[in-house]
């Protein structure tokens, strides 16, 4: 156990459809990294926040939104998907910014049928 | 923006075996980590290596930041050891990774 919790663990629903992925950092981390994971794009940088605040936006679609709450848990929230949005959803946590080694959840599946 | 290569793409090899793989970046970073990704998906710590040399068991690793790579060595490899190898490199608050080495472990 990483100590990063995402949920769910597996996620099927249909095009169209709007989804919320959860990510608890593991204790004392303030910093939440969200990235995709899909079999021809490698491992895509999303979106990264530090004590409920944005640092740094990757390719994250308009369609895609993130939030850092106070407790530090985050949400990503994916609308409008679509069959190409079918990806593992990774979040990473770490003390700190960039200078900080980070580790990952296990991931939560998402197939948009 | 900082761009991570990683190679070879894919290794093939028998256990027992070892091996070397590459991480190159394209500008200076705050920190760089390895991972291993199991075939069930997982991301795996390996190493939290911004400058010099880490052991850990059967393997290690060794940025020289200077130069802009990294190296990890895995000896004596096992068929456990098979899965995707990434590097990440950290800068201006994002964690960019290559591509990844797919290692294949034959018994």
């Known amino acids: 156990d990483s100590g990063v919790t995402q949920t769910p663990k597996h996620l099927i629903t249909a095009t169209g459809q709007r989804v919320t992925l959860r990510c608890s950092p593991r204790s004392g981390d303030l910093s939440v990294y969200w990235y995709q994971q899909s079999l021809d794009q490698g491992l895509q940088f999303l979106i990264h926040?530090?004590?409920?605040?944005?640092?740094a936006k990757g390719n994250i679609l308009e369609r895609f939104s993130a939030q850092q709450f106070p407790d530090l848990h985050s949400e990503l929230n994916l609308s409008s998907l679509e069959l190409g949005d079918s990806a593992l959803y990774f979040c990473?946590?770490?003390?700190?910014?960039?200078?900080?080694?980070?580790?990952f959840g296990s991931g939560t599946r998402l197939t948009v049928v | 923006g900082i761009q991570v290569e990683q190679s070879p793409p894919d290794l093939i090899l028998q256990e027992g075996a070892n091996s070397t793989l590459r991480c190159n970046f394209s500008d200076s970073v705050n920190n760089l980590q390895w991972f291993h990704q199991n075939p069930w998906g997982q991301l795996i710590n390996l190493f939290y290596?911004?400058?010099g040399t880490k052991q850990n068991g059967r393997l290690s690793a060794t940025t020289v930041a200077t130069e802009r790579y990294s190296l990890l060595y895995i000896s004596s490899s096992q068929t456990t050891d098979s899965g995707v190898y990434f590097c990440?490199?950290?800068?201006?608050?994002?964690?960019?990774f290559g591509k990844g080495t797919r290692l294949h472990i034959l018994p």
């Open positions: 290596i911004p400058s």
């Open positions: 926040y530090y004590n409920g605040e944005e640092r």
């Open positions: 990473a946590s770490s003390v700190g910014g960039s200078s900080y080694g980070y580790t």
């Open positions: 990440a490199a950290n800068r201006d608050d994002k964690i960019i």
